[in-house]
């Protein structure tokens, strides 16, 4: 019978892990309470195990995340936070994360099928996506960046609409 190995496995027991992860108790365990000892109405949420995007990334998402870097089907920069789509949509990754990781039944699942999957592609996308003149190997790619999309102004018209508009949307 083969078993599995864990390649991130320390030996440490699951419980201890959570703990170590700033998890303790089970959220639904923990009592809040307020400076003076008595209990808030509401839960304190449960603190974030990755304080910084960065430690998102260098901890979590590039130790998880491998892939076969071509630099043309798909490619990395080594620099990602100078890119603003990917500083963003990375954010985004993060912040998903440290909600979803608290479901035990589907939230991983959820998180990589709705968005680690679509945001890597996109990130990754070595033909037309946000690192597309970077490589690993060449690194961040300054001499050729990526232009804003182009734009026209609209009618200022349009949007006091509603649907466009947040003063809109308030009348």
């Excluded at 589907?106 to 680690?116: A, P, V």
Aim: include cysteine.
């Amino acid at each position: 019978m083969t078993s599995f190995v864990d390649e991130w496995d320390d030996g440490t027991p699951p419980a201890e892990q959570d703990r170590a992860a700033g998890g303790g108790s089970p959220p639904s365990k923990r009592k809040a309470k307020s400076k003076g000892g008595r209990k808030k109405s509401k839960e304190e949420p449960p603190p974030l195990v990755y304080q910084t995007v960065e430690e998102f990334v260098t901890d979590f998402l590039a130790p998880v995340i491998r892939r076969k870097l071509d630099g043309q089907t798909l490619t990395w920069c080594p620099r990602w936070w100078v890119h603003a789509e990917v500083l963003i949509r990375v954010t985004a990754l993060w912040r998903s994360w440290e909600n979803l990781r608290l479901d035990p039944a589907t939230g991983l699942s959820t998180w990589f099928l709705h968005h680690c999957d679509p945001h890597m592609r996109e990130i990754m996308d070595g033909s037309t996506g946000p690192l597309s003149k970077c490589t690993v190997t060449n690194g961040h790619e300054t001499d050729r960046p990526l232009k804003p999309l182009p734009l026209e102004p609209a009618d200022p018209a349009m949007w006091l609409d509603p649907a466009f508009s947040a003063d809109g949307a308030k009348r």
